[in-house]
């Protein structure tokens, strides 16, 4: 039944928008609780504190990276209006690792700069993809996502290669491209990790100020043009901060598939597509979701497992649903 | 008919037209939608002069001119690949000239911002994919983006204005509902409201009616009637000659990027001008109401 709403109440078409925002706080929230109680070394004896330390060093690395991954996700999808878009699948994210695997091993020393490398390796990689998808001005889902399969194939191998060719050990190849939130952190990259926080945090409020021109432009670059949108500033603004925050995310944890496609998804189930919800919402459940997805991935097998494929689990089916059910 | 007669007869169109009954629209609908011109305002809306464009190596537009005064009702009518949107696209800024110039309200528009741009020139595309599932209500605020700084969000006036065009194109009771769930007749309408929010002065309409029933075509031609006679101007692209010639004070007749003809609807609508542009042999009548040319299809057998 239609509720008769006054003139000039604001209709955000979605009642649930309040309770929402209470189920992801709780999601944030436990994941968060879960990531610093739960873990190989218990929650009890003489060497807490230590642990306690790489723990909430973990969860702060967590929050970061699932928020990203989220943030920037849901902001392709809306600013390609495409519902696989997402760093990961358009190859940005493997892009991203490759350049921080060669900052890290042409020198050892060069560890500072791998995120300005995966910073480099995401543009690069976010513009060719762009380019190969785009046929006569739009850009088509299978396009990009085809592009993006044959860059994320290609920066796979040529992480590996690298990392051989730095005699690197696999095991650090294989983190590099299925992702983990173990980075080991010294005195220098804590230092590192700090500015990477806040410039990531800038970058999504960046990304948030847009909202309005992402919402507009779901309705194509003509149309929103004709609605006093500068659809290429936007264009170009969202493809430099999305590659900045991925190629800084990455450079610490590697490429983590499927949390930027998924997770904006959910969160529009949730909100509706308005884009001011989406993309705070999205910070939200991409660090709950990823912290989540940690807690499993180095909980279920000693020694842990990448990131990856505990979230292409989930990921993978919920991408057919996807691909049978959207396009 | 003798030819000063006929003269006669054309020069009192407009007032008939005026006479002719339009579907009664809510009178609750803010002010703020009644843009009457002030006094001093820009005479000529739109300014074409010496437009060249083409894609690729043909030109379309080679030293294209065109003036539509402020308050005209103009038609735009062309067989396919005449022009027609290539046309409206100049117009609204979207496609650059390669040479010559488009004026709005007597201002140059590559120098109009994007969004003060928006707020002068309301434009209506043929087609309106939604890649999201917005609400109507959503999808009609969008329409305040033009009049919105980067941080504010739409306050009372804007949710005012979003409500009386609403109302004014009678898609009130729609506003809850998803823009993906509803027909293509209140979708149209819709789209139209929300050219309506961003207060435009000229409102430019691609294919307003093509997909519509008789019932929702004769609402979209009412609405424009009544826009119109508030005082904007209005150019609508269209297929259907009728609808043109029913409720357009003047008709252009596009045919391969030049103008074939310019004028009122009399004059355009005739048997020997619709032959030329179009190659058909046409039955043009008058509508029994106003006197309006109207043309009906002629048979298989009686082409030319």
């Known amino acids: ?28 929230v436990s994941a968060a609780a879960l990531s610093v109680a739960v873990g190989p070394g218990g929650f009890t004896g ?44 358009m190859g940005v994210a493997s892009g991203a690792a490759l350049g921080a695997s060669l900052t890290v091993v042409l020198g050892r020393s060069a ?8 910073f480099a390796g995401a543009l690069a990689t976010m513009l060719v993809v762009y380019a190969l998808a785009r046929v006569r001005g739009r850009v088509t889902v299978t396009g990009l996502v085809l592009a993006g399969v044959i860059m994320s194939f290609l920066f796979s191998s040529l992480v590996m290669l690298a990392m051989i060719l730095g005699r690197r050990t696999l095991g650090e190849a294989v983190y590099m491209m299925m992702g983990h939130l173990g980075a080991v952190f010294t005195g220098t990259t804590v230092w590192l990790f700090g500015v990477v926080a806040v410039l990531s945090v800038a970058g999504c409020g960046w990304l948030f100020s847009l909202s309005r021109s992402l919402d507009v432009m779901s309705s194509g670059e003509e149309a929103a043009e004709t609605l006093g949108v500068d659809t290429q500033r936007v264009t170009k603004l969202v493809f430099v901060v999305s590659s900045l925050l991925v190629g800084m995310v990455v450079s610490f944890t590697g490429a983590i598939s499927f949390i ?3 997770v904006p998804h959910l969160v529009r ?38 990131l990856s494929i505990v979230t292409a689990l989930v990921g993978v089916p919920f991408f057919i649903y996807l691909l049978r059910s959207r396009l | 008919m003798k030819g000063n007669e006929r003269d006669k007869e054309i020069e009192g169109q407009r007032d008939r037209v005026a006479q002719h009954p339009i579907p009664a629209l809510d009178p609750s609908i803010p002010r703020s939608l009644d843009p009457f011109p002030e006094a ?39 067989p396919n690949g005449a022009g027609k949107s290539t046309l409206l696209k100049l117009m609204a800024g979207l496609l650059r000239p390669g040479r010559g110039s488009v004026r709005i309200l007597e201002r140059e528009l590559g120098l109009i911002g994007r969004a003060e741009a928006a707020r002068t020139i309301g434009v209506v595309l043929q087609e309106n994919p939604f890649a999201f599932d917005y609400t109507v209500a959503d999808v ?75 019932a929702h075509q004769q609402m979209i031609a009412g609405i424009l009637v009544e826009l119109n006679r508030q005082g904007r101007t209005i150019v609508l ?47 043009v009548m008058r509508h029994p109401e106003t006197g309006r040319p109207q043309v009906l299809m002629p048979t298989l057998n009686s082409r030319p």
């Open chain 2, 237 to 283: 692209l269209s297929h259907d000659l009728n609808l043109a010639a029913l409720y357009c004070s003047r008709i252009l007749l596009l045919d391969k990027g030049r103008a074939a003809a310019c004028d009122v609807p009399e004059r355009v609508i005739t048997g020997e001008l619709i032959r030329s542009v179009y190659g058909v042999e046409p039955i």
């Open chain 1, 46 to 89: 003489t060497r807490l504190s230590a642990v306690m330390d790489l723990r909430l060093l973990r969860l702060a690395l967590g929050i970061i990276a699932g928020g990203v991954l989220g943030v920037v996700g849901a902001s392709l999808q809306g600013l390609l209006q495409n519902p696989l878009a997402d760093p990961f699948t």
């Open chain 1, 260 to 262: 930027g496609l998924v």
């Open chain 2, 140 to 214: 009609v605020m969008m329409g305040r983006n033009p009049h919105l700084g980067t941080f504010q969000s739409p306050g009372r006036h804007d949710r005012q204005v979003v409500t009386g065009a609403l109302k004014f194109v009678d898609a009130l009771f729609l506003r809850d509902e998803r823009i993906n769930a509803i027909s293509a007749g209140e979708r149209q309408r819709v789209v139209l409201a929300r050219a309506l929010a961003q207060e435009p002065q000229i409102l430019l309409l691609d294919e307003a009616t093509s997909h519509l029933d008789i």
């Open chain 1, 111 to 118: 560890g500072a700069f791998a995120p300005l490398g995966g």
């Open chain 1, 269 to 306: 189930m949730l909100f509706g597509p308005a884009h001011r919800n989406v993309l705070p919402g999205s910070f939200l459940a991409g660090a709950g979701v990823l912290l989540l997805s940690d807690v499993l991935a180095r909980n279920i097998v000693p020694g842990g497992l990448p």
């Open chain 1, 1 to 28: 039944m239609r509720s008769e709403r006054g003139v000039g109440v604001p209709v955000h078409g979605n009642a649930r928008v309040v309770p929402s925002w209470v189920g992801l706080v709780l999601l944030f």
């Open chain 2, 40 to 78: 001093g305002s820009p005479r000529t809306a739109i300014e074409l002069s010496g437009l060249s464009f083409g894609y690729g190596q043909r030109l379309l537009f080679d030293g294209f001119n065109l003036d539509v005064a402020a308050g005209e009702f103009l038609g735009v009518i062309g």
